[in-house]
Nanobody
Framework: QVQLVESGGGLVQAGGSLRLSCAAS????????MAWFRQAPGKEREFVAA????????RYTDSVKGRFTISKDNAKNTMYLQMNSLKPEDTAVYFC????????????WGQGTQVTVSS
């Protein structure tokens, strides 16, 4: 069984920072890339950022470019999302997900971690 477990969420004031972690455990699994998504109340889940596991190539949604940084530690089997200059509109549940073949079909999801940014 493969598990992705997010941590690091919390309550922060606007302009503050948080660092999310996504730790993978269990049997070895195919992993081309991993990504962060988020879902705000009453809204659809949206893509935030992704990183290719071998090359470390990154991509971001426009609203977080320059503020968020996605990274990984292969040795720790962990992905991170450093979030700076947080805004109230960043408030959401953040999920990490695995893309096994690079076609954006995510097959493993974490349970999510709440991020709340107060104004």
């Amino acid at each position: 069984q493969v598990q992705l477990v997010e941590s690091g969420g919390g309550l922060v004031q606007a302009g503050g920072s948080l660092r999310l972690s996504c730790a993978a455990s269990g049997r070895p699994f195919s992993r081309y890339a991993m990504a962060w998504f988020r879902q705000a109340p009453g809204k659809e889940r949206e893509f935030v950022a992704a990183i290719s596991w071998s090359r470390g190539t990154t991509r971001y949604t426009d609203s977080v470019k320059g503020r968020f940084t996605i990274s990984k530690d292969n040795a720790k089997n962990t992905m991170y999302l450093q979030m700076n200059s947080l805004k109230p509109e960043d408030t959401a549940v953040y999920f990490c997900a695995n893309d096994p073949y690079g076609n954006h079909n995510y097959n493993i999801w974490g349970q999510g971690t709440q991020v709340t940014v107060s104004s």
